[in-house]
């Protein structure tokens, strides 16, 4: 398995006033191409500063994160915008759809930035749709779509562009428990394709999905180990009888 994601010795410090905020602490880890991981940690651990390092949002103040073979650090704005967009498909809680624009148009989006002609970006977003179960909603606007359609869209619009890394931040911390048990099995439906997924979340039935978790706490990983999938997919099986009984 190739190496995706390598971050060394990775720093993050924040000047608020006077005062100086480690957020990050020589957090060392690596992800492979393939691979399903959750990050895990409560409020305040830093995971939301290492999700917007991971995503190109943000660029460490000590030590090396390579994407793809990538030193990021050394990046100016204008090349961690291409590699965002090339890279790094992104999953929001908030689903971040715009309100008066149908679905296939929401998907094609990021194609339209990239410079596709139109007819191959409808092509893709068309697909991308189709993935997702959604080709029958392609004409519908946000307010026309249940929470769980309009997150599929935002997880097809995500897909589009073929990233290197599937980068979901609470993905089902705006949907109730069916639904979210819905999403993260689309999740694990687009592992199983091959697709890299870094999940960040707070909660543990949303983590137990992945196959690895990292656990962060004050800035720094307290545990990183592969998830047992056996209790992981009995955990998931358990609770849809739940729901469903």
């Given amino acids: 398995m190739s190496t995706l994601i390598e971050m060394r010795e990775i720093e993050k410090t924040y000047v608020v006033g006077e005062e100086k905020v480690r957020a990050l602490r020589g ?66 809680q908030t689903f971040n759809l715009l309100p008066r624009t149908n679905a296939l148009q929401q998907v094609e989006l990021p194609l339209v930035y990239a410079g596709l002609a139109r007819k191959e970006r409808r092509d893709k977003a068309e697909k991308a749709l189709e993935h997702v179960g959604l080709t029958d909603r392609a004409h519908h606007n946000p307010n026309e779509l249940s929470g769980g359609q309009r997150q599929r869209v935002a997880i097809a619009r995500a897909l589009v562009t073929n990233p290197s890394i599937l980068l979901a931040d609470e993905p089902t911390g705006n949907l109730d428990s069916q639904t979210g048990e819905d999403i993260m099995r689309l999740f694990r439906e687009l592992n199983e394709l091959g697709n890299t997924i870094v999940l960040v979340t707070h909660e543990e039935d949303i983590a137990a999905h992945a196959k690895r978790i990292i656990r962060i706490r004050d800035g720094q990983i307290s545990d990183d180990r592969p998830n047992d999938s056996a209790r992981a997919e009995a955990f998931s099986r358990a609770k849809k009888v739940a729901l469903e009984s």
């Fill in 27 to 92: 957090v060392t880890f690596a992800i492979g191409r393939g691979e399903y991981v959750a990050i895990m940690g409560p409020s305040g651990s830093g995971k939301s500063t290492l999700m917007n390092l991971i995503g190109c949002l943000d660029t460490p103040t000590g030590g090396s994160y390579l994407l793809n073979g990538q030193l990021v650090q050394d990046l100016d704005d204008d090349a961690l915008a291409r590699i965002r967009n090339k890279e790094i498909g992104f999953v929001f």
